[in-house]
């Protein structure tokens, strides 16, 4: 499974991103696709994931200010709509997916929040 995110970018406060995810090869063996962040110095972080059958988790943080939704049609994209954005959202952004045991990692988009 390779994963090719897009969509980061400088955004002021307040503000909206959306981030894709593309997923290619064995995508029928996808079952968990989302996405993690990541500051310099501190741990990956989950930031929301969504299951095949739809079911969808969020941090604590980004709970009514983000929203992740998946490509039923297609299977393998994910897609992660963030309103309200705050400096404290700003990191690497690494899209997710999990299939048949192993994790898998694109190679992360920046987002930065800043005035």
């Known amino acids: 499974v390779q994963l090719q995110a897009s969509g980061g970018g400088l955004v002021q406060p307040g503000g909206s991103l959306r981030l894709s995810c593309a997923a290619s090869?064995?995508?029928?063996?996808?079952?968990?696709m989302g996405w993690y962040r990541q500051d310099p110095g501190d741990q990956r972080e989950l930031v929301a994931v969504?299951?095949?059958?739809?079911?969808?988790?969020y941090a604590d943080s980004v709970k009514g200010r983000f929203t992740i939704s998946r490509d039923n049609a297609a299977k393998n994209t994910v897609y992660l709509q963030m309103n309200s954005l705050k400096p404290e959202d700003t990191a690497v952004y690494y899209c997710?997916?999990?299939?048949?045991?192993?994790?898998?990692w694109g190679k992360g988009t920046q987002v930065t929040v800043s005035s």
């Open positions: 997710y997916a999990h299939s048949y045991g192993l994790n898998y």
């Open positions: 090869g064995s995508i029928l063996s996808i079952n968990t």
């Open positions: 969504i299951s095949s059958g739809g079911s969808i988790l």
